[in-house]
């Protein structure tokens, strides 16, 4: 019965084994039959001339330059603000290209910014002052401390000689023209900078006469007097004697009266002062 049913399963599996090549011959045969288009291949042919880019149509294109606002181009005339907390007579390239035609007297020049703030500081008078930093693809970075701007050479000479500031004998100001330094000078000035902190200002003092004080309008002090009063103090004095038995023997009575004088007294018992009872002391001799 077993082996019966063993044959029984291989029969099966054998017959779902050919049922499904017969469906994938059928298949494959049906693909066959229907697959009747060829592959059509198509070459284009590269040019080797070059075409040839009109600058009119370039121009009028609408998507050129979209990433400007992304990637900004290369702006030469970008100048720096030079780091540091410049003094107010630091100038920039506005100064500059102002006064490009005008001449200047150079005093010193140096590397640290200090040195100038710190000579600026002994000046007493700083208002024609003016300093500036030159820097550039060959220029060592320095810091030129100049007095005054004139309108030529002679005048810058002229001022030149008059100038008492106490250099260092090593120190040899000139004069030099201001066009000079406009490849040098890229910087913001300080009186370029809105609301900056390091604005100079100047206070002028005027004499104000005092005001004069009426002393007959100002209320006179009120002088408090004193309120005096004499007042008596009486005193009784009872001197009682005894024997040893404890009866009275003797009895003396004294009465005597103490000025006190002017005294000060409260105003809290200026309407209610009392009399001062009389104080009655008794001695008694316990020996007699």
Same mark, same amino acid.
């Given at each position: 019965?077993?082996?019966?049913?063993?044959?029984?399963? %291989?029969?099966?599996?054998?017959?779902?084994?050919?049922?499904?090549?017969?469906?994938?011959?059928?298949?494959?045969?049906?693909?066959?039959?229907?697959?009747?288009?060829?592959?059509?291949?198509?070459?284009?042919?590269?040019?080797?001339?070059? &075409?040839?880019?009109?600058?009119?149509?370039?121009?009028?294109?609408?998507?050129?330059?979209?990433?400007?606002?992304?990637? #900004?181009?290369?702006?030469?005339?970008?100048?720096?603000?030079?780091?540091?907390?410049?003094?107010?007579?630091?100038?920039?390239?506005?100064?500059?290209?102002?006064?490009?035609?005008?001449?200047?007297?150079?005093?010193?020049?140096?590397?640290?910014?200090?040195?100038?703030?710190?000579? +600026?500081?002994?000046?007493?008078? #700083?208002?024609?002052?003016?300093?500036?930093?030159?820097?550039?693809? %060959? =220029?060592?970075? =320095?810091?030129?401390?100049?007095?005054?701007?004139?309108?030529?050479?002679?005048?810058?000479?002229?001022?030149?000689?008059?100038?008492?500031? $106490?250099?260092?004998?090593? &120190?040899?100001?000139?004069?030099?023209?201001?066009?000079?330094?406009?490849?040098? &000078? %890229?910087?913001? $000035?300080?009186?370029?900078?809105?609301?900056?902190?390091?604005?100079?200002?100047?206070?002028?003092?005027?004499?104000?006469?005092?005001?004069?004080?009426?002393?007959? +309008?100002?209320?006179?002090?009120?002088?408090?007097?004193?309120?005096?009063?004499?007042?008596?103090?009486?005193?009784?004095?009872?001197?009682?004697?005894?024997?040893?038995?404890?009866?009275?023997?003797?009895?003396?009575?004294?009465?005597?009266?103490? %000025?006190? $004088?002017?005294?000060?007294?409260?105003?809290?018992?200026?309407?209610?002062?009392?009399?001062?009872?009389? &104080?009655?002391?008794?001695?008694?001799?316990?020996?007699?």
């Amino acid at each position: 019965m077993r082996a019966v049913r063993l044959n029984w399963q %291989n029969i099966r599996q054998y017959i779902w084994l050919i049922g499904g090549l017969l469906c994938l011959l059928v298949a494959l045969i049906f693909w066959v039959m229907t697959d009747t288009k060829s592959l059509v291949t198509t070459e284009n042919p590269i040019e080797d001339s070059q &075409v040839q880019i009109q600058s009119e149509k370039v121009t009028a294109t609408t998507h050129l330059g979209s990433l400007t606002d992304e990637v #900004r181009p290369l702006e030469q005339t970008t100048r720096m603000v030079a780091s540091g907390n410049h003094g107010v007579e630091f100038r920039g390239t506005k100064f500059i290209q102002e006064n490009k035609k005008n001449w200047t007297l150079e005093l010193f020049r140096t590397t640290d910014e200090d040195i100038i703030k710190s000579f +600026l500081l002994k000046q007493i008078d #700083r208002k024609n002052f003016i300093y500036f930093r030159l820097s550039g693809e %060959n =220029q060592a970075e =320095q810091y030129v401390l100049a007095y005054g701007v004139f309108k030529s050479d002679a005048e810058a000479k002229t001022q030149l000689t008059q100038l008492s500031l $106490g250099l260092p004998a090593s &120190v040899h100001p000139k004069a030099i023209q201001i066009d000079q330094y406009v490849p040098l &000078v %890229n910087d913001l $000035g300080a009186d370029e900078m809105q609301g900056g902190s390091n604005k100079l200002y100047e206070v002028k003092l005027k004499s104000a006469p005092l005001p004069i004080i009426d002393e007959t +309008l100002l209320p006179k002090p009120v002088v408090a007097s004193p309120i005096t009063s004499a007042m008596e103090t009486a005193t009784k004095t009872t001197i009682t004697r005894k024997d040893q038995q404890g009866q009275v023997v003797d009895v003396q009575r004294s009465q005597s009266t103490v %000025n006190q $004088g002017q005294a000060e007294q409260p105003k809290a018992k200026e309407n209610g002062a009392a009399e001062k009872k009389p &104080v009655q002391h008794e001695i008694s001799d316990p020996f007699n």
